[in-house]
């Protein structure tokens, strides 16, 4: 089992460390092949300063989002090994989980009603929490695993993920935005200086990458504004009294966006953790009556 999670963590490192050379080789690309062709030295300075700006908060993000652990449950969500034990037995379950169940806090369940319960992690899963087979564990406000960051994206690195995403999209832009007059330049008078390799494959994949993140970005800013994860977007969560609701956490576009980037407005573009909350409770809507479906009898 141990060489398994460890031949799992090897081989989740391969698409970052694939990422981190082709940034490293951007770089080259853009500062030292596409500068040298930047006639104008206040130009050439402008570019460069907003190049690395962007370039810092690009990797400082992307860095964040690989190495910040997503979060799992408290102490006090986990069975301990005699209540895991009395749990297996077959007339016992229901009585452990309603005995563990008084000493946390949890509203959603499972689409039967039961208790949602992590047989391999031997804990209560708190709201929002689901296991992930290739963190082996139960992350917090799971979101997804995403091979890129080779990490599980939950509570505390989903901010990250969105910044990376984001600064992804704006740094392949700023490449592609400065590429476009020299490209047309070499392209009208092609034979006084023929076009730079280098320049034209890091024009062409930071297009490809720029419009292949960007829908990623808006589906992710879209559930971000609504207070849902992708597994909520492909499965409403369950709660008492048996019914679904993907709305049960939104608190207006405004307050989805406080939970996952803080209240300090200077600080929402930063990879500083400022999200609300402890991960596993969380603020919902104000109900009415003629939100919540009867009860089955």
Not at 41 to 66: E, G, K, N
Not at 68 to 90: C, D, I, V, W
Not at 119 to 147: E, F, N, T, Y
Request: hydrophobic letters at 45%.
């Amino acid at each position: 089992y141990q060489r398994r999670v460890r031949g799992t963590r090897c081989s989740m490192m391969v698409p970052v460390i694939f990422v981190l050379a082709l940034i490293a080789w951007s770089y080259y690309a853009f500062i030292i092949v596409y500068g040298a062709r930047i006639d104008n030295l206040a130009v050439r300075i402008v570019v460069a300063v907003l190049y690395h700006i962007i370039l810092i908060l690009f990797i400082w993000s992307y860095l964040m989002a690989i190495f910040t652990r997503p979060g799992k449950p408290p102490e006090q969500f986990y069975l301990t090994e005699e209540e895991h034990l009395n749990m297996r037995a077959s007339d016992r379950g229901r009585e452990v989980l309603a005995s563990v169940s008084a000493r946390v806090t949890v509203h959603e369940r499972t689409t039967t009603g039961a208790m949602r319960y992590c047989d391999i992690c031997k804990c209560i899963k708190p709201d929002r929490a689901h296991h992930c087979s290739m963190c082996m564990q139960c992350v917090l406000k799971m979101d997804h695993h995403c091979p890129w960051v080779g990490n599980c994206v939950g509570f505390t690195n989903y901010k990250y993920f969105v910044l990376f995403l984001n600064y992804t999209c704006l740094y392949t832009l700023f490449i592609v935005v400065c590429c476009i007059p020299y490209i047309a330049n070499v392209w009208k008078h092609r034979s006084d200086d023929p076009l730079n390799f280098h320049v034209l494959i890091m024009f062409l994949i930071s297009l490809v990458f720029f419009l292949t993140v960007m829908g990623l970005y808006v589906f992710h800013i879209y559930l971000l504004v609504h207070n849902r994860t992708t597994l909520e977007s492909s499965r409403a969560p369950c709660f008492r009294g048996g019914f679904a609701d993907s709305k049960h956490y939104d608190l207006g576009s405004l307050g989805n966006a406080k939970q996952v980037f803080g209240r300090q407005y200077l600080l929402w573009f930063l990879p500083i953790f400022t999200s609300v909350g402890n991960g596993y409770e969380f603020e919902t809507r104000a109900y009415t009556t003629t939100d919540v479906p009867p009860r089955n009898p």
